[in-house]
């Protein structure tokens, strides 16, 4: 019989990286081998990571709990260290007790996430509007603020154009997503046919996109740069090349950006190498 042994090699390595995270440089993207959430860049993001971290605290204390109890239950109770096992089927204190700590470890959790399911919930007062249309299959963008900024579609590059350009395949966009940092902005997110979902990891947003309903969720950018997400609801036959690509500039970037009719003009074009604007049809 053949067992499937863990690599602990990465697993350690894995460890350590978590730990020096507050150290490392900051991610935009999904790492390979990565295993815990994206860093943050926007404040509900920020919460998230936070109440996240609380409550993987309080499963590794229950989890350690339970296992040193069961393995003291084991070794202590088995049938050779004590032969004779007790009658008792009711202890009143520890039946009080076993539901009274889970029901306050609950109440401690309920008041962080509730706090958060608002923050995400609740659209602050935002300075503008983007609408996100899932098609079958690709993302369809409009900025209602701006007449003369026309809606555009965003695909994935081929792997071997995201490869020269030295992007992550099915993550970046032949058209981004481009928005101003330290801007509260809403997001309309719908569909034309079936259902898909709007999701970028390192802003915390993830909005289902269904058919004949508009629903709306924000983000605000803290830092500039380029972020990927992906479809998040299996949508479908080529559901995997529907990337996000957000680009976050700064707003004098972004008010030239509107200006030029939603394109980079020749001098900007060249800070950003990872993603291209088509200009208006
Ligand atoms: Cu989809």
Same mark, same amino acid.
């Given at each position: 019989m053949r067992f499937i042994r863990p690599n602990f090699k990465s697993l350690i390595a894995g460890s350590v990286a978590a730990l020096a995270m507050g150290t490392a440089a900051f991610a935009n993207k999904p790492t390979p081998g990565g295993w815990w959430l994206q860093d943050a860049a926007s404040p509900v993001m920020e919460e998230l990571t936070r109440v996240h971290n609380i409550v993987f605290v309080i499963i590794c204390v229950i989890l350690a709990v339970v296992m040193v109890l069961m393995g003291y239950i084991m070794i202590r109770f088995r049938e050779k260290a004590n032969p004779v096992p007790s009658k008792t089927t009711h202890h009143v204190g520890l039946e009080v007790v076993w539901t009274i700590v889970p029901v306050l470890i609950l109440l401690g959790m309920v008041v962080p996430s509730m706090q958060l399911l608002y923050l995400q919930d609740r659209l602050p007062e935002t300075e503008m509007t983007i609408k996100a249309v899932g098609n079958t299959w690709n993302w369809e963008y409009e900025y209602p603020d701006y007449e003369n900024v026309d809606s555009f579609v965003a695909n994935p590059l081929e792997k071997a154009?995201?490869?020269? &350009?030295?992007?992550?395949?099915?993550?970046? *966009? =032949? !058209?981004?997503?481009?928005?101003?940092? =330290?801007?509260? @902005? &809403? #997001?309309?997110?719908?569909?034309? !046919? !079936?259902?898909? +979902? $709007?999701? %970028?990891?390192?802003?915390?947003? &993830?909005?289902?996109?269904?058919?004949?309903?508009?629903?709306?969720? $924000?983000?605000?950018?803290?830092?500039?740069?380029?972020?990927?997400?992906?479809? +998040?609801?299996?949508?479908? *036959?080529?559901?995997?090349? %529907?990337? @996000?690509? @957000?680009?976050?500039? +700064? &707003?004098?970037?972004?008010?030239? $950006? #509107? *200006? !030029? =009719?939603?394109?980079f003009g020749s001098q900007t074009a060249a800070l950003n190498t990872a993603t291209t604007v088509a200009a208006p049809k």
């Open positions: 154009e995201a490869q020269a &350009k030295g992007v992550p395949y099915l993550l970046a *966009a =032949d !058209n981004a997503l481009v928005v101003p940092v =330290d801007t509260k @902005i &809403k #997001v309309l997110v719908t569909s034309v !046919n !079936n259902m898909h +979902s $709007w999701a %970028m990891p390192a802003f915390g947003v &993830k909005m289902d996109a269904v058919p004949g309903v508009v629903n709306e969720t $924000w983000f605000e950018a803290t830092k500039e740069g380029t972020f990927y997400g992906q479809c +998040s609801e299996i949508c479908g *036959a080529l559901h995997y090349k %529907m990337p @996000i690509e @957000i680009q976050v500039v +700064s &707003k004098a970037e972004f008010t030239r $950006w #509107v *200006a !030029n =009719d939603g394109a």
